[in-house]
């Protein structure tokens, strides 16, 4: 059996699903809900701008522990492992990335939060 790019229908692609959103919102909160993430998601991709206005924070869904944070990141590339998987955020001058392979054990949140001055 080979694994397909979600890893549900065990190769063909068939339930793969490929959402692709920008956010727009203006963020009128301290901390704003952009997606929830079901676990067992695969190849997850959360990218942003670069820039020091706002982070990206993922939390567990069902208590809302945060797992990690942009702000917390200093260096150019950085690894953490959460929810059964390697996340790894990347930095340059242009965009800071997040990436998990998966599968992810338990639902997550994927937000924006305003950076204090």
Do not use: W
Not at 23 to 31: P, S, V
Not at 42 to 69: C, F, M, W
């Amino acid at each position: 059996m080979m694994e397909d790019d979600c890893g549900v229908c065990g190769g063909d692609n068939s339930q793969c699903q490929y959402p692709k959103e920008t956010y727009t919102d203006t963020l009128d909160t301290q901390i704003k809900l952009i997606a929830r993430v079901p676990s067992d998601a695969h190849n997850i991709i959360i990218s942003r701008p670069y820039d020091d206005l706002y982070d990206i924070v993922i939390s567990e869904a069902k208590t809302g522990k945060i797992l990690l944070q942009t702000k917390d990141v200093d260096q150019e590339s950085r690894q953490v492992v959460e929810a059964h998987t390697m996340f790894i955020i990347t930095t340059n001058d242009i965009q800071q990335q997040i990436a998990a392979k998966g599968p992810m054990n338990i639902d997550i949140e994927v937000s924006v939060s305003l950076r204090k001055c």
